[in-house]
DNA sequence: CTTGACTCTGTAGTTGGGTCCAGGGTTGAC
DNA sequence: GTCAACCCTGGACCCAACTACAGAGTCAAG
């Protein structure tokens, strides 16, 4: 399949294909005779993976990570493993504290349900007197 | 508190500090006789307010704009709430996504568990083969 | 009253993740 | 065999969110 017909199929831009290539993430495709590239019909997946991958926070030297463990075969399955054991913490984590700050939202909107004596709508407030997870200073 | 005591309470680098205010993220703080920015003790609370809020995927245009729904008092309750219930629906889908990919992640890592014979270690497939939440085509 | 640490301003550079464009080649329907 | 629709390349440009820098002013200790 050529570049815009993958590019359409995946929702994304042809020149983001052509980006993806510089980069590493998408390996050369065949070409025509011609010289235009020829996808793999699991091209499309594989762009929605990297796409849904991206959505959830991973940037793409992280995705690139993801993929190449899956290029390696069983041997590099013990790398892959801590890994993926790697991001599912950091999902984890991540996941607590958009729960956190999720929890924290659906106070102040149920205080603004209250009648207009008792709201505060404070919304640092609401947020912010939870404390992050002991992590005081110096964070990198 | 002068920018570098500020900066490194809140664990920012000082331009950052003038960067916020050029954004329009931190109104100007009084200044000394010589003209140096004095900001008060609330700007560190402030401050870890918006990195927190970053780190949780809020962009800083949404920041500003919680920010200023702060500022409304009881007048702006009903523009926060809706606002606030937005982001709250938001944070929730996020949540949900990233859940799913965290348990496709722990599953791979199940995986790996097993003795070689009976892994596939196919970190696309783990992960893939969930199909999103009823979107087929056309994100956005 | 000098010296070194700090601050000011405006402007330019960086990183990540694309996106656009000019100038040219390839296809396929007519 | 022509013409629109597509594709190629290398390079420039864009946005968000910083970060760095030059050149000048401020301040407190000695």
Redesign the pocket.
């Known amino acids: ?7 359409g199929r995946a929702g ?12 590493g993430l998408l390996t ?2 065949p ?8 996808y793999p019909p699991t091209a499309v997946e594989l762009l929605r993976f ?2 849904r991958a ?1 959505e959830l926070g ?6 690139e990570e993801l993929l190449h463990l899956d290029d390696g075969g069983p041997d590099s399955c013990d790398a892959a493993r801590a890994l993926a054991e790697h991001r599912r913490a950091d999902l984890a984590a991540r996941i607590r504290d958009l729960q956190r700050m999720h929890d924290s939202l659906a106070d102040l909107v149920a205080t603004c349900d209250l009648p207009r004596a008792d709201r505060s709508c404070a919304l640092l407030e609401a947020i912010d007197h939870r404390p992050g997870p002991a992590k005081p200073e110096a964070i990198s």
């Open positions: 399949m050529r570049t815009s017909e993958l590019a994304v831009n042809t020149e983001t294909l052509r980006y993806y290539e510089r980069r050369e495709p070409r025509t005779p011609g010289g235009y590239r020829d990297i796409k991206q991973f940037t793409l030297d992280e995705v």
